[in-house]
């Protein structure tokens, strides 16, 4: 890496780091829960959220059937049966499905938001918006910040809940004698200390969804189209680490 791609690197962890304060502290002002902002947010999460959900629940369900029944052949082939429910359940609704579906959204919606706001920024139209006394913060940011956490968390509730319901007709099929088994199992993994870790991951992530790719489309050089691409995929970069660095973080303070 070059010394300006270096500095550009940091640049854009500082900027995400002062917006990060910056919009935790728009997010505690009722001052901002405006009419206009509220609209704006029910707006983006059409496009988060409903938008996608068909899809995507074809997808997480598609994937818990592989996964969970390759896990369980494979746990039985060595003897491990018993242990193939539970570590099925931690791997997939713990950690798997949030990465992934934070991942999804970041794909879908993180690299639009960096767009528009890139966009914004090099065509001076925050600049405009501040000129006629609006905030771009109530308007155009926080309400995407908003968006992107109820999406992570919406659709990676949805994905736990749909594996769930494949890991119990994987092991059991249609029988009901196994409910008693598999509720103990779903007790014994989804700790309260689990629930709220996994709840905490997934608004985190959210977070991270919105506010690095906002602060990308931020590091657009005004009248200069050409640095939108550049602020964009730089953005992107950082948010892929970002997620992947919360993802480890947590696996080592549940398991190191």
């Given amino acids: 890496m070059s010394p300006g791609a270096a500095i550009a690197w940091i640049r854009g962890w500082e900027l995400a780091g002062r917006l990060a304060f910056v919009i935790a502290a728009a997010a505690l002002s009722p001052s901002f829960y405006t009419p206009r902002l509220k609209a704006t947010a029910v707006k983006q999460l059409y496009f988060t959220v409903w938008q996608v959900v068909v899809p995507f629940t074809l997808f997480a369900a598609l994937l818990s059937l592989v996964v969970i029944d390759v896990t369980i052949r494979v746990a039985r082939g060595y003897g491990l049966g018993v242990y193939a429910l539970e570590l099925v359940l931690r791997v997939l609704t713990l950690e798997l499905l949030p990465l992934l579906t934070a991942l999804f959204v970041a794909l879908r919606s993180g690299s639009a938001i960096a767009t528009e706001v890139a966009l914004m920024r090099t065509s001076g139209d925050l600049e405009r918006m501040q000129a006629e ?25 949805l994905s736990g809940a749909i594996t769930l319901v494949a890991a119990y007709f994987s092991m059991y099929g249609l029988s009901p004698w196994g409910f008693e088994e598999f509720t103990w199992t779903v007790a014994e993994v989804f700790t309260p200390t689990q629930l709220i870790g996994i709840a905490l991951k997934t608004v985190v992530f959210g977070v991270a969804v919105a506010i690095i790719p906002i602060a990308a489309g931020l590091s657009a050089i005004r009248d200069n189209v050409k640095s939108a691409p550049v602020a964009v995929l730089g953005g992107m970069v950082r948010l892929f680490f970002a997620l992947g660095l919360i993802e480890v973080v947590s696996i080592a303070v549940k398991y190191v």
């Fill in 133 to 157: 006394g609006i905030d771009p913060m109530e308007r155009e940011f926080l309400p995407r910040v908003i968006a992107a956490s109820i999406s992570v968390f919406t659709l990676s509730t």
